[in-house]
């Protein structure tokens, strides 16, 4: 019988080998690039939900292009910001690996830099998803690699980085540079684990993924990239590049964000838009249709029928959520009316002896992460409610 000894396979012009062979046990290391299931970490990296709505302009921030991706930006002085869920073409490179949506940050003009400016974008992770994740986030030989597809309208360096949440908090910090205006370039980082890094084993903020896009002299200074250091909020990133915020009405895109265990960037995991929802709804959860910024007057609510159950004709209901909550959210209710009653925290109902009507209610979840009940001195009568909500449990 033939056999074949070796060390490693390496293809040609590669700087890492493909196969790495043990020659004790022959047990093999190999970098797979093939789709395996359940490793992308993070949520919606495609960005394909998007329930707050797809476009937002506003002269600070937060916002959210896409479900689990905030924006936060202030002191810009640009006008407005506006933040946006968008559609990919053939023509854009990230579409033939099958992405269709893509987050644009977009200035409304030229901005100027001061030192308390900044501009971001973010992603935040439970402590116990890192945890159990694989990644021994405490080993300086485990790997977790950062994966996404960006392009800009300016050439410049920007600035990426882990934070860990808990106990002494560490922060690494890279690099990624736009080298072609509105040129989609595949970005990959490869991180590893730090004895330094504690990350709770809970349902609380453990690590977060930023992106700086801009962040003015009150948070830059020296820093060592590529390397776990403790975090100062004086120096989270090296001083950045203006260009970007002061060309005029720039724009800088993003897509297929993938974070996971191991060493090599693999094919991004695509999950079903079924999936990816009901990952979100952990975290925000709506009863308005998909992309529709939650307002009042529209016409698909809630109805529920209910009785007075006091002397002072308060009315009770209870409604369900479709996803169990990271932790007991914000809730807003909204009316199915405008103008006089167009505030929160109103329900429109109709009894049998006014019929419609609106009035306020009080919200009460109860430290539940499953329900919320609200209730008000509405109408002494049978009751048939109408509403909408949203609910909110992010990190």
Same mark, same amino acid.
């Given at each position: 019988m033939s056999e074949i000894k070796v060390n490693s396979i390496k293809g040609v012009g590669a700087s890492a080998a493909a196969i790495t062979v043990n020659n004790t046990d022959g047990t093999c290391t190999a970098n797979i690039t093939n789709n395996l299931s359940n490793r992308r970490i993070n949520i919606n990296g495609a960005l394909n939900v998007a329930q707050r709505g797809t476009s937002f302009t506003g002269t600070s921030g937060p916002a959210f292009f896409a479900d689990r991706y905030k924006c936060g930006f202030n002191t810009i002085s640009a006008g407005t910001c506006t933040t946006s869920q968008q559609s990919l073409t053939s023509s854009d490179a990230p579409y033939a690996l099958g992405f269709r949506k893509y987050g644009r940050l977009a200035l409304g003009q030229a901005g100027t830099a001061a030192g308390g400016s900044f501009i971001e974008v973010m992603h935040k992770f439970e402590g116990q998803d890192i945890n159990g994740s694989g990644w021994d986030h405490t080993s300086s030989s485990s790997n977790f690699t950062v994966s996404f597809w960006f392009r800009c309208s300016?050439? #410049?360096?920007?600035?990426?980085?882990?934070?860990?949440?808990?106990?002494? *908090?560490?922060?690494?910090?890279? *690099?990624?540079?736009?080298? @072609?205006?509105?040129?989609?370039?595949?970005?990959?980082?490869?991180?590893?684990?730090?004895?330094?890094?504690?990350?709770?084993?809970?349902? @609380?903020? @453990?690590?977060?993924?930023?992106?700086?896009?801009?962040?003015?002299?009150?948070?830059?200074? *020296?820093?060592?990239?590529? #390397?776990?250091?403790?975090?100062?909020?004086?120096?989270r990133v090296p001083d950045m590049a203006t260009t970007w915020?002061?060309? @005029?009405?720039?724009?800088?895109?993003?897509?297929?964000?993938?974070?996971?265990? !191991?060493?090599?960037?693999?094919?991004?995991?695509?999950?079903?838009?079924?999936?990816?929802?009901?990952?979100?709804?952990?975290?925000?959860?709506? *009863?308005?249709?998909?992309g529709q910024a939650p307002t009042h007057g529209l016409s698909k609510c809630i109805y529920k029928l209910g009785r007075p159950y006091s002397?002072?004709?308060?009315? !009770?209901?209870?409604?369900?959520?479709?996803?169990?909550?990271?932790?007991?959210p914000t809730t807003t209710i909204f009316t199915s009316t405008n103008g006089s009653n167009s505030t929160t925290n109103r329900v429109s109902y109709f009894s049998l002896s006014a019929g419609w009507s609106s009035g306020a209610i009080s919200i009460h979840n109860s430290s539940s992460t499953k329900q919320f009940a609200f209730d008000g001195t509405l109408s002494a009568d049978l009751v048939l409610y109408q509403f909408n909500f949203k609910a909110e449990s992010e990190l």
């Open positions: 300016t050439n #410049q360096t920007f600035y990426a980085n882990l934070r860990s949440r808990d106990g002494t *908090s560490y922060v690494y910090t890279f *690099s990624f540079t736009a080298s @072609g205006n509105n040129t989609w370039t595949k970005i990959t980082k490869t991180i590893q684990g730090n004895s330094n890094v504690q990350i709770d084993n809970d349902n @609380g903020a @453990g690590l977060d993924f930023r992106i700086w896009v801009f962040l003015g002299t009150d948070g830059t200074g *020296s820093v060592s990239l590529d #390397q776990w250091r403790t975090y100062a909020s004086a120096t915020l002061t060309a @005029g009405a720039s724009t800088i895109d993003f897509t297929g964000f993938q974070l996971e265990v !191991g060493s090599v960037a693999t094919d991004f995991e695509h999950r079903s838009y079924t999936d990816e929802i009901r990952l979100c709804e952990r975290y925000f959860q709506t *009863s308005f249709e998909q002397s002072q004709n308060v009315a !009770g209901m209870h409604h369900t959520l479709r996803t169990e909550m990271r932790a007991t």
